[in-house]
C-alpha cells in the first residue's frame, strides 16, 4: 500500500484545526465516475470547498492511498443523522470509482465497460483493507466489534450519518461479491497477519569441521572483504557456532573461516 501526502490545507476543515480520538473508521464511495484521486485532491483544496473533507482517497486506477487530513482531525465526510455524526468518531476514506460508469439517478448507475470497472472497485476495494488494518492497528481497534467499520449506508440506519447508499452500491451493481461482512473479515485477516508473533528461528547447533587447506585465513566477519585476523595452519579440527552462507564463526570467537576449505565430521 502506498501513502501520499496530500493534505487539503487550504480546505475550511482543516484550517478549523478540530481533532477526535478515533473510534472506528467509516468507508465511503465518491458517488461518482471519477478514478483519480488527484482531481478530487485539486477540487477540495480551496478555501472556497466548505461542503467536505475526508481523510483519504483511494485512487482507482493505482490503489494509491491519497491521505488528505491527519487521522485525527475531525473530517466532513458521513454529515449527520438522528443521532448525530460519526464525524465525531470516525475516520472517513473514500474509494474512487471507474470511469465507465454513468449515474441515472440515486445510487442507480450504468456501466460500459463491466470488467474494466470491476477491476477498478477489485483494486479499491484492496486498498482499503490494507489501510483499515493499519489504523486499527494504529488506534487499538477491534475490525469486528460492532460500530467500529462501518459504510457510509451503515453508518445512516445506525443513525450517525446522512441517508446515502455507499459503497454497497457499487459492488452489487458491479456484480461483485463484497459485503461489509466480508470487508470487515478481511481487514481482521489482514491485521492478523501484520501482529502475527514471528515464528522464531531454530536454534543453531554447533557441528566440528576438519581444515583441508594448508593455510585458511580468519577473517573478522563472513566475507573476503573482512579483515584477516589470523591463519589457521595445522590442518586441525574446529568448531563452528554460527554460519552466514558458506562462511562459519569459531567457537574460540577468533573469527569466520571459509567452509569451502573444510570438512564436516
Known sequence: MNIIQSILTKNPCYTSGRKITPKGLMLHSVGCPQPKASVFVTNWNKASYDRACVHAFIDANTGDVYQTLPW???????????KGSANNTHIGVEMCEPSSI????????????????????KRTY?????????????YNLDPLKDGVIISHKEGHARGLASNHGDP????TQLGLPYTMDTFRAA???????????????????????????????????????????????????????????????????????SLAYTKKR
Open 168 to 171: 454497497e452500491h457499487l459492488w
Open 126 to 138: 484492496q486498498s482499503a483493507v490494507d489501510l483499515f488494518a493499519q489504523l486499527c492497528q494504529q
Open 72 to 82: 485525527d482531525h475531525r473530517g466532513w465526510h458521513c454529515g449527520s443523522g438522528s
Open 187 to 257: 481487514v481482521k485477516a489482514k491485521l492478523g497477519e501484520a501482529t502475527a508473533t514471528p515464528t522464531p528461528a531454530p536454534a543453531f547447533t554447533p557441528y566440528q569441521v576438519k581444515v583441508t587447506a594448508t593455510a585458511l585465513n580468519i577473517r573478522s566477519g563472513p566475507g573476503t572483504t573482512y579483515k584477516i585476523t589470523g591463519c589457521i595452519k595445522d590442518q586441525g579440527v574446529y568448531t563452528i557456532v554460527e554460519e552466514s552462507g558458506t562462511w562459519g564463526k569459531l567457537k574460540s570467537g577468533a573469527g569466520w573461516i
Open 102 to 121: 454513468k449515474y441515472t439517478g440515486g445510487a442507480t448507475f450504468t456501466c460500459t465497460n463491466k470488467a474494466t470497472a470491476q477491476a477498478a472497485a
